[in-house]
């Protein structure tokens, strides 16, 4: 039976580093780490509250690495293997120079959910995950939670919970199953009327701090010293605090996503308000399916279809 | 400044706004013709010129549309006739994707469109104002977020 640390042993010798998560403040919170050194090894975890998208640091990586012989190690998750794939598709990363631990995915906690689902209080002081459920024990006891009553709302629409592209892989849980309308929560607000849509948007976005988390955990954001979002030559949005200027904000950022997103929904986790800015790159993605059948960040050979044309098309 | 001019033509024009992207090589040339020609056209257009529809960023459509443009017209050379070859081949590509994201943040998607029409073209050019003016006259006025601005 290989277990996440029997893996990464035995890769230590290709890699000069590996990133992955250890415990944070609290066994509910991991934390994204880089392991440099053998003996922090056993400090690697991997469990449904390890939610951060580790292909966020790739590019930078790359960008400032050295050129060594030796790899990057990284634990990926279905949806962190479609990052990594779109980073290769686009050039941002070379494939050659890592070694992907792949990770069968049962689905990530969402923490605001779990915490409304406690009956308990008490400090946690350990989480384990078996047959479908969360238990946690703190000094009020033990307590079982359904996984499922606390997932996140992109893995309730996850399509590949299997990674796509790995090196070795680890099959500590079941993946997730392929839902069966993975555009539900797209098609619910399409459901309502234009204005509802308008208002929808406007009241979510209000809220809308422009702290910037949900594009700096985006792993395909990768201009982010550059961002229009704070260039002054041209000034796109203005340092005000409207709804209108946050309403542009997130635009650039769904835009500069079309046809790259690939639903990893780190923008959403990361938004500190609560804001599904998700939902607007899904609709992206529903978009490059319809007219090019395109699902980013699956085939590393591909080319995204707004980096390319077809010049056999007729009728647009 | 720039609110004495609005003024001043929204006194003597409709107070309805088209901004239509043309591209320098072919629609900007048929727009010319049209108006060489002196094809009657509604008086809703207003023009940027952009070098090629491939400078086209799809932000600029809803940026248009957020201001309170009450329509966005883009067009260039027909597919294949580009004069920088696939500019426009890039740019049907955003529009589309743009054009279809436009409902789902609440904006009509009926006052967005985009076109081709050459520089020869300018019978072409009054048809496709005349017919997307008529659209935005149906429509009326487009609040976008001018009232969410501050
Ligand atoms: S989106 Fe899929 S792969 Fe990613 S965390 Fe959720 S279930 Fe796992
Ligand atoms: S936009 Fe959001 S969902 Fe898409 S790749 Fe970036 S973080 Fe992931
Ligand atoms: S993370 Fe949330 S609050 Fe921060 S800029 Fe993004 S949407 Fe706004």
Redesign the interface.
Known sequence: MNTLQSIVESIWDQVDVVLGWRVGYDPLHPVPTFVRDRKDIASLIWNPLCAPNLSVFLAKFFRTASQRDKKIGILAKGCDSRSLTALIQEGLVDRDRLLIVGLTCPGTVDPDALAAARTQSGPITAVAFANGMVEITSADGVECVPLDRVIERRCQRCRHAHPVLYDVVLHDFEPRPVPKDPFAH?EA??NQS?????????KELERCLRCYACRNACPLCVCQDHC?AESRTPK?VTQ??????K??FH??H??HL??RCTECGECERACPMKIPVGL?KE??AQ??M???HYESGTDPGARP??LS???S??G? | MRDEALNITNQTEASLRIVGFLCNWCSYGGADTAGVCRFRQPPLLRIVRIPCTGRMD??FV??AL?QGADGVLVSGCH??DCHYA?GN??A???L???G??L??????PRRFRFTWVSASEGQRWQQVVTEFSEVIEKLGPNPG??S???
């Open positions: 797209v607000l399409e234009l204005e509802a849509r308008k208002a929808f948007w406007l229009l796109w005000k605090d409207t709804v209108a200027d309403f542009l635009m650039i769904t835009l079309a046809g607007l609709k992206t978009i490059a319809d007219l090019w279809p707004l044309y077809d010049a098309v007729t647009i | 799809p932000l809803i940026k957020a597919p294949k696939v081949l890039y049907r590509r955003r589309e994707m743009v279809r994201f409902p789902f943040i609440g904006i009509d977020l001018r969410h601005a501050g």
